[in-house]
C-alpha cells in the first residue's frame, strides 16, 4: 500500500484529490493512509457504510470533486507519467470516452502462466481498438486502469447496482450506453499478482460469477430473438453456457466440431457438426472455443466466408 501511495504522490500531475476507502480492514492500513493524509492534504480516507468493493467504490464517487475520476487498489503501483498521460488523452478526446492502456504484471515471485496470457491478450485487444468484439470474452478493461469524466460517470448510473464481478459489470455498463474505448499504447498500470488477490479467492470472482454475468448482458443487450441462437463448443465454458440459456428458456442449436463424440447429445440435445452453420439463416453465434493463433485465423476466416460479423453476429467466451 506505501508503494501505491508513493507511486502517486511522485506523479509529474499534481492537481488530484485521492479518496482512498477502508473497507473494515483489520491490519494497519487506516493508520498508513491517515499518516500520508496528515502530510498531503491531497488525500483522504473514508470509511465503507457498507461493505464490498461496489459500496466502497459507490463512497469514493459520493466523494468526489474532480472533473475526471480514475482508481486504483492498494496493491497496484502507478508508472511514472501516468495521470498526466491518460488525463491529457481523456481532456483531448469526444464525450462518452473512457481513456485505459497496457498492463503489465508483476510479482515478489513469478508471475503465472494464466495471468501472463490474460495480460497479453488484453494488451493485444487495446492495441487492436477489438474491446467491443471481445466483450463477452473476457473483462477488456483493467479494474485500475481507466479514467472517464465523472459527470459521465454519474450519468450512467456510476457504480450503483453493479453485479460481482463488478469491474467487468462497469464494463458492460459502458458498452451498453455506447461508450467508446481510447486505448493508448503505453503501459499505464503496474498490476500485482499474489495468492490474497481477491479474485484468486472470493466466489464473486469464480467461472460460474462471470459467466452468469456475461450471458445475462448478451440476453439484455445483444440477443435478438428473432434470430436463430448457435452455441459453438461443448467443454466446460460451452456447458455453463448451455446451462445459463437453459435456465432462461432460451432455445439455441449446439454445435461441435466433432458431433460423433456424443451419439447421445449432451443432457438430451442434440450436437450437431458445426458446417450446419451453413443452413441457418442470419444466425447468432456464441463461441465458447478460443484455439490458438493458426486455428483462430481459420475459424475466423470461415466465420468470414458465411458473411458472419465479431461483435455484430458471433462473440466469443
Given amino acids: 500500500m506505501e508503494e501505491c501511495l508513493k507511486?502517486?504522490?511522485d506523479q509529474s500531475f499534481?492537481?488530484?484529490?485521492?479518496?482512498?476507502?477502508?473497507?473494515?480492514?483489520t491490519d494497519n492500513s487506516a493508520e498508513l493512509i491517515s499518516a500520508f493524509a496528515d502530510m498531503d492534504a491531497r488525500i483522504q480516507l473514508h470509511t465503507n457504510p457498507g461493505k464490498g468493493i461496489?459500496?466502497?467504490?459507490?463512497?469514493?464517487?459520493?466523494?468526489?470533486?474532480?472533473?475526471?475520476?480514475?482508481?486504483?487498489?492498494?496493491?497496484?503501483?502507478?508508472?511514472?507519467g501516468r495521470l498526466k498521460l491518460m488525463a491529457e488523452a481523456l481532456q483531448n478526446a469526444p464525450p462518452k470516452t473512457i481513456v485505459t492502456g497496457l498492463v503489465q504484471y508483476f510479482s515478489a515471485d513469478e508471475v503465472s502462466p494464466g495471468y501472463k496470457?490474460?495480460?497479453?491478450?488484453?494488451?493485444?485487444?487495446?492495441?487492436?481498438n477489438q474491446h467491443w468484439q471481445n466483450?463477452?470474452?473476457?473483462?477488456?478493461?483493467?479494474?485500475?486502469?481507466?479514467?472517464?469524466?465523472?459527470?459521465?460517470?454519474?450519468?450512467?448510473?456510476?457504480?450503483?447496482?453493479?453485479?460481482?464481478?463488478?469491474?467487468?459489470?462497469?464494463?458492460?455498463?459502458?458498452y451498453s450506453n455506447d461508450f467508446t474505448i481510447n486505448n493508448l499504447p503505453q503501459t499505464t498500470l503496474l498490476w500485482r499478482e499474489h495468492p490474497a488477490r481477491t479474485s484468486r479467492n472470493s466466489q464473486n470472482y469464480s467461472q460460474q460469477k462471470f459467466f452468469n454475468l456475461k450471458i445475462k448482458r448478451f440476453l439484455e443487450v445483444d440477443f435478438k430473438p428473432s434470430?436463430?441462437?448457435?452455441?459453438?463448443?461443448?467443454?466446460?465454458?460451452?456447458?455453463?453456457?448451455?446451462?445459463?440459456?437453459?435456465?432462461?428458456?432460451?432455445?439455441?442449436?449446439?454445435?461441435?466440431?466433432?458431433?460423433?463424440?456424443?451419439?447421445?447429445?449432451?443432457?438430451?440435445?442434440?450436437?450437431?457438426?458445426?458446417?450446419?452453420i451453413e443452413r441457418i439463416p442470419s444466425?447468432?453465434?456464441?463461441?465458447?472455443?478460443?484455439?490458438?493463433?493458426?486455428?483462430?485465423?481459420?475459424?475466423?476466416?470461415?466465420?468470414?466466408?458465411?458473411?458472419?460479423?465479431?461483435?455484430?453476429?458471433?462473440?466469443?467466451?
Fill in 7 to 9: 507511486s502517486g504522490i
Fill in 14 to 25: 499534481t492537481d488530484w484529490e485521492w479518496i482512498w476507502v477502508d473497507d473494515h480492514s
Fill in 54 to 80: 461496489i459500496s466502497a467504490l459507490g463512497k469514493g464517487l459520493a466523494e468526489t470533486q474532480g472533473t475526471y475520476i480514475t482508481r486504483m487498489d492498494a496493491d497496484d503501483l502507478m508508472p511514472v
Fill in 117 to 128: 496470457q490474460y495480460e497479453e491478450w488484453l494488451n493485444d485487444v487495446g492495441l487492436q
Fill in 135 to 174: 466483450i463477452y470474452r473476457e473483462c477488456v478493461v483493467a479494474s485500475p486502469n481507466w479514467i472517464i469524466r465523472t459527470e459521465e460517470l454519474k450519468a450512467i448510473g456510476g457504480f450503483s447496482g453493479l453485479k460481482y464481478p463488478e469491474d467487468y459489470d462497469l464494463v458492460f455498463r459502458w
Fill in 227 to 276: 434470430k436463430p441462437l448457435v452455441l459453438w463448443g461443448t467443454g466446460v465454458k460451452a456447458r455453463l453456457t448451455a446451462e445459463i440459456l437453459n435456465q432462461n428458456n432460451i432455445e439455441f442449436a449446439w454445435m461441435d466440431l466433432h458431433p460423433e463424440k456424443y451419439p447421445e447429445g449432451i443432457n438430451g440435445q442434440q450436437i450437431l457438426g458445426f458446417k450446419e
Fill in 283 to 317: 444466425p447468432q453465434l456464441l463461441l465458447a472455443v478460443y484455439p490458438p493463433k493458426g486455428q483462430l485465423k481459420k475459424m475466423i476466416a470461415y466465420l468470414d466466408q458465411q458473411n458472419l460479423r465479431a461483435g455484430a453476429d458471433y462473440w466469443f467466451l
